[in-house]
């Protein structure tokens, strides 16, 4: 036996390793058996191929993306709809002011024709009570 927990080719049993070829090594921490194939791995659109990790992360990252950019989408058709609305409400003031403007005019004519009528009055009213 090495030191490190390598078996030294003296004593491996031929019996044991069936269907095991003389290059095949076992998995270690870091290692992948290259000659199995993992029918569960992800394929991107890449071509690419991942079990997990980055890749999920990724898939989150643009599920996370395309939420805010359907909540951005909605708040700005939720702000336009209030800018119409405000647009609309600035529109009905303005023609409110239009009237009440007109409506004062009127009356401002009405009340000098009435000062007017009233001078008239005055003036034939002068030569009352003389008698």
């Known amino acids: 036996m090495a030191i490190f927990g390598r078996k030294s080719t003296d004593n491996v049993d031929n019996t044991n390793t069936a269907g095991a070829g003389p290059n095949t090594r076992s998995r270690s921490v870091f290692g992948r058996n290259k000659g199995t194939v993992n029918d569960n791995r992800n394929v991107s659109s890449t ?6 990790g980055m890749f999920n992360r990724n898939k989150d990252n643009l599920a996370l993306a395309q939420a805010k950019v359907k909540d951005a989408e909605k708040s700005e058709k939720q702000t336009e709809k209030m800018l119409q609305q405000a647009r609309a409400q600035t529109k ?23 000062q007017k009528d009233v001078k008239g009055l005055r003036k034939t009213t002068k030569g009352l009570g003389r008698i």
Not at 47 to 52: D, I, K, M, P, V
Not at 99 to 113: C, G, M, S
Request: no cysteine; glycine share 10%; charged share 40%.
């Open 92 to 114: 009905e003031a303005k023609q409110h002011v239009a009237l009440v403007e007109r409506e004062a005019d009127e009356e401002a004519r009405n009340a000098a024709r009435k």
């Open 47 to 52: 071509g690419r191929t991942g079990s997990g």
